[in-house]
């Protein structure tokens, strides 16, 4: 499926599927929106896949992986090679990510979408070997960035015909705060440091290159700030990419995707600015300890449901969400409503 087709094919969520949620959530037995945001998100979920039972059993968590070339600049702390390690670990599920998955009872595919390095991970998709330099020219093409958003859509589309019902979007890729960092200071028009944190531990000498070296990306290739495919071409990362096309692909299959922290949250607002419908699709689960995070999060409109420090990426944010939505659920599914039980039973309640 191309980018265009998916694009075509999201539709605004189902206002009718979610009044009658509302309502069911009113009419249950407890006072008038009590579990907050535990009622949102389910009414959002009603709304997306337009069914009016919740059904979101069978999780994924889609882990795209990618190197970027900016590790050059001394931007990280640890070099390309652990990005293969932590793809390898993915497909043997013993990362942290995957171990939160088997508690949660979430599946993982872990993607190459553009390693250095071939690894035990699925390479169908994958769009070149790691991005190039920014600081000495675009990462990469146009059509390397579409090419990886397509891989993402993809991706969600045979999820979709497996019969998963809801998303969760992790990354691997060492340099990736560096990418992200330079993509959100363009999009929200904001100053470099007010966006670049230490990532996986950076000194402040390694935060100062970290800084430098994306002013000196951002300036050398000029992104435009009004087109997101732009930006994620010039200062962005093939796993930003892929996981904005994840979001875009749930949006056009009709499926919840959860945002994990940071770098997913940069590719959910290139997602966002591509279609802007899509936004509506997007759960946040947590709010990284990364300093553009929140900001990201502000100007989507989206409000997280944990508050934990949380920065380790892979996903681990919004499989943490996962018990939370599926406690909604449960309740949601289950509850009576004062239609369904009697009038003695109504009085004694009253």
């Known amino acids: 499926m191309t980018l265009e087709e998916a694009i075509s094919q999201v539709k605004p969520l189902d206002e009718e599927k979610m009044k009658i949620a509302k309502k069911r959530w009113d009419n249950i037995a407890k006072p008038l929106h009590s579990l907050g945001k535990m009622e949102d998100i389910i009414t959002q979920i009603v709304g997306i896949t337009g069914q009016e039972k919740a059904d979101i059993s069978k999780k994924v968590l889609v882990a795209m992986c990618a190197d970027n070339g900016v590790v050059e600049e001394g931007v990280t702390q640890t070099g390309q090679e652990v990005t293969a390690i ?13 171990v939160m998955c088997h508690q949660c009872g979430v599946d993982i595919m872990p993607v190459d979408v553009g390693m250095v390095t071939d690894t035990t991970a699925r390479r169908d998709f994958k769009v070149a070997y790691g991005t190039k ?16 958003i397509e891989a993402g859509i993809n991706v ?45 531990g950076l000194t402040s000498e390694g935060l100062v290159r970290k800084i430098n070296a994306i002013k000196k ?46 770098i997913s949250c940069v590719s959910a607002l290139i997602a966002k600015m591509i279609c802007p419908m899509a936004g509506d699709y997007m759960i946040a689960s947590h709010v990284s300890k990364e300093p553009a995070a929140h900001l990201i999060l502000e100007h989507m409109g989206k409000d997280p449901v944990l508050h934990a420090d949380m920065c380790l990426g892979e996903g681990t944010g919004a499989i ?29 309640l009253k």
């Open 86 to 98: 932590v793809a390898d670990n993915f497909v043997n599920e013993t990362t942290t990510a995957c």
């Open 217 to 262: 990306a951002i300036e050398l290739n000029q992104p435009d700030p009004q087109d997101a495919i732009d930006v994620l071409a010039k200062v962005g990362g093939f796993d930003i990419g892929g996981m904005a096309g994840v979001f875009l692909g749930g949006a056009a299959f009709g499926m919840p995707v959860l945002m994990d922290g940071f």
């Open 320 to 348: 943490a969400l996962c018990p939370f939505i599926d406690m909604g659920a449960t309740l949601y599914n289950t509850l009576s409503t004062f239609e369904d039980i009697n009038v003695d039973q109504y009085e004694e």
């Open 133 to 148: 330099n920014m600081t000495k020219g675009p990462a990469m093409t146009r059509e390397e960035a579409v090419k990886a």
């Open 156 to 200: 969600v589309k045979e999820l979709k015909e497996k019969g998963y019902q809801m998303l969760a979007t992790g990354e691997m890729g060492i340099g990736n705060t560096t990418t992200s960092s330079a993509v959100a200071s363009v999009l929200l028009k904001q100053p470099v440091e007010a966006m670049t944190g230490r990532g996986a």
